[in-house]
């Protein structure tokens, strides 16, 4: 079984950590949100891998490689953004010729991608959608069933009140050769608004309904999310990777990452919900719950960083203070008693020296 991994996407939402890095090379927990998509599609009995790439499609190939948890991995360059239709077009002479599987890069889930295929295959159908419920359908594309389980509506981003149900488009499909007819040729496509209405109105498309591990990574928000029902799958509560050094005087609140080489240091309190990723340095006094750090990152004293998402290599000087929402880019440097706001975003490389008390983007 193949599946097509449509890795090419900017990820504008979360600018300014996206600037340098592509999403699928974010950290989760000890490693980054691609790890987790391969490792369930090996687990799952797919054995080669497409990736549709794009924007920073080098550090994806340098990172991956020809091949990862036993999966081989083959990459589909697009020259320009083609949308969702337009890679899975463009790969079709690496598809065709049987049934195979397509999903968004920055979707993490834990759907048995055996029962989802053996699902497809026994409809008889030219697409099935995985479909998970969620309390707000009106970010996503919402669907209709049928009692034999057709997708007989298909609303992207529907209107609050105006959903058809609370079920929603999961990003994960299998789909037959015979979707290559469906796609136009040579331009950007979308495969949500152009080719899954018409397939609902000819009853060729189905929906698979489950209810395990989803979640997107579009906006903070969600990748914060994401870590934390990553971080919950940890039996150890505590995760800690080989050289990190915690403080006996700093206290680590389940559950949390602590990366290689990362240092602690006395009298502060981290987590719950936090990763901390390798060389990272936190001082005496630190205060740290629900975030992200990238590498060597660096939090002076006495400072906290509350729901919010430091980039590899910024520096917070001491009594910093970083609130919900925030983004802060990579090699940033926030000096000493400086307060950032709810909802800052702060370009790679910038220095500020002053509080952000607004929510704006600091270019």
């Not at 409809?123 to 049928?146: C, F, M, N, Q």
């Not at 602590?258 to 502060?268: K, L, Q, R, T």
């Not at 990238?294 to 203070?321: C, H, M, Q």
Request: hydrophobic share 40%; net charge negative; proline share 6%.
């Amino acid at each position: 079984m193949k599946a097509l991994v449509l890795a090419g996407g900017f990820g504008t939402r979360l600018r300014p950590l996206s600037c340098t890095r592509p999403k699928m090379l974010f950290p989760i927990g000890d490693q980054p949100l691609m790890d987790w998509t391969l490792k369930n599609l090996s687990q799952g009995g797919v054995d080669t891998v497409i990736m549709a790439v794009n924007y920073m499609a080098e550090a994806l190939v340098r990172y991956l490689g020809p091949t990862k948890f036993d999966l081989g991995i083959i990459y589909s360059r697009e020259q320009r953004p083609l949308g969702t239709g337009g890679p899975i077009k463009k790969a079709r002479e690496l598809l065709d010729g049987e049934p195979f599987l397509v999903l968004n890069g920055d979707v993490i889930s834990d759907i048995d991608v055996r029962r989802l295929i053996e699902y497809h295959k026994a409809k008889g159908g030219i697409a099935t959608v995985a479909l998970t419920p969620v309390s707000d359908p009106s970010r996503y594309g919402a669907v209709e069933l049928d009692w034999e389980g057709r997708i007989t509506r298909f609303v992207e981003k529907p209107e609050k009140g105006l959903e058809p149900s609370n079920l929603i488009n999961a990003g994960i499909y299998v789909f037959d050769p015979k979707i290559f007819d469906y796609i136009p040729d040579g331009r950007a496509a979308s495969i949500e608004r152009e080719v899954f209405p018409v397939l609902a109105n000819e009853r060729k498309l189905y929906g698979f309904e489950f209810h395990g591990l989803w979640t997107d990574m579009g906006i903070p928000d969600d990748y914060l999310k994401a870590n934390q029902i990553i971080l919950s799958k940890y039996e150890e509560g505590v995760r800690m990777g080989e050289g990190a050094k915690v403080d006996p005087a700093a206290k680590i609140l389940a559950p949390c990452y602590i990366g290689p080489g990362a240092e602690v240091g006395a009298d502060s309190l981290i987590g719950p919900n936090t990763t901390i990723c390798d060389h990272v340095l936190v001082g005496k006094g630190c205060r740290i719950e629900n975030s992200i750090l990238f590498p060597g990152a660096t939090v002076g004293d006495y400072s906290s960083v509350k729901n919010a998402i430091l980039g590899e290599n910024a520096i917070l000087e001491r009594w910093v203070k970083v609130e919900s929402g925030s983004l802060i880019g990579d090699y940033s440097m926030i000096r000493d008693g400086v307060t950032i706001t709810d909802g800052v975003s702060i370009c790679p490389s910038k220095e500020v020296s002053e509080s952000i008390l607004e929510r704006r983007q600091v270019m």
